[in-house]
């Protein structure tokens, strides 16, 4: 099955480059569909105009964005693995509300790139 996300474009070029293997989303209805081997193709924000595509390798069902960025080293979000873990849960709510974080729970989706 393939799937349609939309990025911004610090995350989308991490991806291209090789150097993010976990994105990080909300376990919304959206994302239950996904299946292990399944294809997503991400388009860059703002425009849409450049896309990739990769293979799902692992879904990681967490309650929250803190326990699953906890679980890895940030080499596995595309960052230095000094790069501070609480900050980065902190941008990734400027995206996404605690109260859909609470609703939903998070997902972590394992890539390749394809």
């Not at 309650?63 to 960025?69: G, P, Y």
């Not at 679980?71 to 849960?89: E, I, L, N, T």
Request: no cysteine.
């Amino acid at each position: 099955m393939e799937h349609h996300m939309k990025l911004y474009e610090s995350p989308f070029d991490r991806i291209k480059s090789g150097k993010k293997r976990i994105e990080i989303r909300l376990f919304d209805e959206k994302r239950q569909s996904l299946n292990l081997g399944d294809i997503v193709t991400f388009s860059k924000l703002p425009d849409l105009n450049e896309n990739l595509s990769v293979e799902v390798i692992g879904l990681l069902r967490y309650r929250t964005f803190q326990e699953l960025v906890d679980d890895f080293p940030m080499s596995y979000f595309g960052y230095p693995d000094d790069h501070d873990k609480r900050a980065f849960v902190e941008s990734i709510y400027q995206i996404y509300s605690k109260e859909d974080e609470q609703k939903y729970g998070v997902l972590g989706i394992r890539i390749k790139l394809l």
